[in-house]
Each structure stands twice: as structure tokens, then as C-alpha cells.
């Protein structure tokens, strides 16, 4: 059986839940505690299985699979059907844009060790390290709600009425977005798919709050 | 023809360049100064092809391509000869981790606009601001190399003696690192792939100062 080692609040790992559930594939939850004992990430077992001391890893017999894209990209070849890319080559490019601009472009910049970073050494408040998370999630919903409204791209989920990897993406940043009270008002399409995917069990059972190391 | 939007220095752009010559597709290169007049991927023209205002851009047809790890996944699928990911789904997932552990965990942190953030409004000095960059730099080079030095990865190149994505990823990357004068000692894997890869023409001619618009 598939393995998944994370966490309930990692939004990488929210990511790889959601196609997991999509998907309908079975698999044992192990969670790794990134705040208790200084993190149980940079434990010697868990370095074993990702030298890069980041959640999740998707164990699959004896492959460590790392890095949630990579991860749900996987599931997507070796499990093809749902899918969660489109199958025209341009339908593909429009999502994996979506999706890399979520993970490349706003979710590094508000992770756990970059908030510690700018904690110390750099001394920065809190005030001004919530405004440093909200400043690149609007950048960053800003363009993804223009790339959404362009045509032939949202529907009921991103790109158009079924779920794919850019809203496996989306709805983590969403709840990210939340914690630190970003206001979501400005960008009308991506409060639409969050609601809607929310709605759904796939995406539903995914969310933190149902996650059994979830406090 | 292929349209490329890029900046000789970006390293999203320089990894496009580096699969389009792999792959020996005849490409048009417009430069766009991420720097001059405030940034021409500010411009209203530049922001209809990407309203994320971020290089690169790759134009086939009407097409219009985003988020360099999704182009280079389109050129894949588009033309697939000589290939740029392994055939078997576990080799993919390891080479798209060990690109993606360059993109989501390095990059994002020492772009221009993260940098120029860093400094206004918050104030991070020049020395600590350098300091900021090699930090994640070396954490994120750690890691690689130990995933570089694991059973099967690399050879020559990231993955095998072949150049793949990961490739593709890491030569600007280190270009970066040398940029803030991060010492590469620690890592003789990704010393060594380096070097090779900078031996060979499909990497030299991609290579910031070979551009038409370098400084």
C-alpha cells in the first residue's frame, strides 16, 4: 500500500491528499510533526527517506517519491484514469502554469523556514512577517485570477469542469491564504473553485482539519 | 517559429534555452528588460502574454507558454526527440523532484522582486540581503547533492549520462550561486555535473553572456 508521509497543515502534503482522493487510491497517513522535538523532519529516519528534510513523501513499495508535483505527476502516468491533466499538449501546459505558479511563484516564500528565517537572524515582527506572507499571496492571486479569466480556462475548477493539478495547488494556498487573513474579495474566480471544490468529498477530506494528526 | 520572451540573466529563461537548443528547435529571442524603465514585463503589452509579469514566455502560434518548467514539459510532449525525461515513471518522478527541488526550494527566494522586497520595506542590508541568498542556496544545494549522491541518479548529468530537466534547472542555478559568491566546495556532484555541462555547446550557447541582450 501507498505511504504518505506528512502533515496535516503542509500544504504540499494537502496537495498530494487531494489526488490521492481523487484518484481513489488507498494509502496509510504517517505524520511527521514539523514543530514538535525541533522537528521531526530532520530526523535520521526521515533524512533517510528525503535528504531535503520537506514533506511529503510518498512511499510506494521501495521508491521515496519527493516533492508534491513530482509526486502527483506520478500518480497521473502510473494511475492514469481519473485524470488530473488535461490531453491535448496546450490543455496540459495552461494547467502545469497554473499549478507552478502556486508552487513556484507563492507557497516558497511563506513556508515554515523562510518565516523562521525572517524571525531570526533577520528580527522581523510579526506584524510585518504576516504583511511579507500577504504581500506575495495578492501577487501572486492577482495574476492567477487574470490567468483563470482568460478563455478556455476556469470553469467550475480551474481549468474547466473537472478537477486537475493546478486546483490540487489551489486549495491549500487558499487555506494558507486564510491563516493569515489575506482578503480573498479581490479575486472573485478563485473564491468560486475554492467553494465549490470544498463541497466536494475529495477535497473535503483532504483539508487539515480531517487529518488524524490534525490539532 | 518559436517565440522566446526572456532576460539574459533570468534563470527561468535560461533553462527554456537550454531545451530548446537539447532539442534543436530554431527559436526567435526577444528580449525583455527586467530592468530598464521600471521592468518591460510591467508593460501593458507584456502583461496580455503573461499577466504574471515574469519571464520567460514561449509563443507557439497563439500559444502563449508560461512558467519555464511547464514550457520544457510542453516541448517534451510537442517534441519528444532527444528527450529530456526518462521513459520509465519512477526515473521521471525522480529527475522532475530533483528539478522541482531547484524551482519550489532555491529560485523562489532569490529572484529580483524577493530581493528588492528584502530591501524596501524591509530594510535587510546589502550584506545580509547576500547572506539571505547563500543561505537557501546551501540549504537547498545540501540536500541536492545527497539526492544527486543516492543509487542510480547521477552520472554525468543529474540523471544517467544524458541531460534531462534536472539539468536543465540546476546549470542556472549555479550560475546564481556563483553570482553571490556561494562556495560550491561542499558539493562535488553538482561541481562536477556543472563543469560537464558547460563543456557542451547545448549548454555554453544558452549561457546568460551568449545572449543578444547581455550586459
Redesign the interface.
Known amino acids: 500500500m501507498l505511504r504518505l508521509h506528512g502533515y496535516f497543515r503542509s500544504s504540499a502534503a494537502f496537495r498530494v491528499r487531494i489526488a490521492l482522493n481523487y484518484k481513489q487510491l488507498d494509502y496509510q497517513s504517517i505524520p511527521v510533526h514539523l514543530l514538535r522535538d525541533g522537528g521531526e523532519q530532520h530526523s535520521a529516519s526521515f533524512r533517510q527517506r528525503n535528504?531535503?528534510?520537506?514533506v511529503p513523501v510518498l512511499e510506494d513499495g521501495a521508491?521515496m517519491?519527493?516533492?508534491s508535483?513530482?509526486?502527483i505527476?506520478?500518480l497521473e502516468?502510473?494511475h492514469p484514469t481519473p485524470a488530473l491533466l488535461p490531453r491535448a499538449?496546450?490543455g496540459?501546459?495552461?494547467v502545469?502554469?497554473l499549478?507552478?505558479?502556486i508552487?513556484?511563484?507563492i507557497?516558497?516564500?511563506n513556508n515554515l523556514?523562510?518565516m523562521r528565517?525572517l524571525k531570526s537572524?533577520?528580527e522581523?515582527d510579526d506584524p510585518?512577517r504576516d504583511e511579507?506572507s500577504r504581500?506575495w499571496i495578492a501577487?501572486?492571486f492577482?495574476?492567477?485570477e487574470?490567468?483563470l479569466a482568460?478563455p478556455g480556462t476556469a470553469g467550475d475548477y480551474c481549468y474547466g469542469d473537472a478537477p486537475t493539478l493546478a486546483d490540487c495547488c489551489l486549495i491549500p494556498q487558499v487555506f494558507n491564504a486564510q491563516r493569515v487573513h489575506c482578503p480573498l474579495e479581490p479575486y472573485p474566480i478563485i473564491g468560486r473553485i475554492y467553494d465549490h471544490c470544498m463541497r466536494q468529498e475529495v477535497f473535503a477530506r483532504a483539508a487539515p482539519a480531517a487529518q488524524s494528526d490534525a490539532e
Chains 1, 2 share one sequence.
Open positions: 535528504p531535503a528534510r520537506l521508491l517519491l519527493t516533492q508535483l513530482a509526486i505527476e506520478y502516468e502510473t499538449a496546450a496540459r501546459a495552461r502545469r502554469a499549478a507552478l505558479s508552487a513556484c511563484d507557497h516558497p516564500l523556514r523562510v528565517y537572524p533577520l522581523i510585518r511579507w504581500h501577487l501572486g492577482t495574476a492567477l487574470a490567468m482568460q
